[in-house]
């Protein structure tokens, strides 16, 4: 099954509609790092992390799955060799921490964007996470709702796709 993004804030997944948040700067198929961007095409979910204080109960998914350490982190930094990889901090490099106060992060579903292979500056971290309250934009991933997530966790395999429609 695939989840069906929207530019427009919506996303459909099994025939249910659900809101979701995009990039701050919309939806477009030439992303960039940094640039704000959440990326258009057909994005495979790789695999299915969690902060396993905050969801007791591992996640029911047809996805690899694992918890998340406080010093989880993802490289986003260009000039690095493991950029857009999952790394350790410490590290030597730029790295976002994936173990986040905010609980955006509490469940991330992991896309095969720009890792296969992995190209120098075309954006890294894209997921699939919690959104915010409010559902404000994204830094260029796309965010639903914590239930919602959870459903399309629980009917994702390894044959689901984040499908994201440009702007």
């Not at 940094?34 to 258009?40: C, H, K, N, R």
């Not at 992060?105 to 409010?134: M, T, W």
């Not at 689901?160 to 702007?167: K, R």
């Amino acid at each position: 099954m695939d989840l069906i993004v929207s530019a427009q804030g919506m996303a459909e997944w099994g025939g249910s509609r659900m809101r979701c948040a995009v990039g701050r700067n919309g939806v477009h198929a030439d992303k960039r790092e940094g640039d704000g961007v959440t990326p258009a095409g057909k994005w495979r979910m790789r695999a299915l992390l969690f902060r396993p204080d905050r969801i007791l109960r591992a996640p029911l998914t047809g996805l690899p799955l694992r918890g998340l350490r406080p010093e989880d982190s993802w490289c986003d930094d260009a000039a690095d060799e493991l950029y857009n990889k999952p790394v350790k901090l410490p590290y030597r490099a730029r790295a976002e921490q994936l173990w986040r106060e905010d609980g955006i992060y509490d469940v991330i579903v992991v896309l095969g964007y720009n890792d296969d292979p992995v190209v120098p500056g075309k954006g890294s971290a894209i997921f699939l996470h919690i959104a915010r309250p409010d559902f404000t934009p994204t830094e260029g991933c796309v965010a639903v709702g914590r239930e919602d997530l959870l459903t399309i966790a629980a009917g994702a395999g390894t044959g689901s796709w984040v499908v994201v429609g440009e702007s």
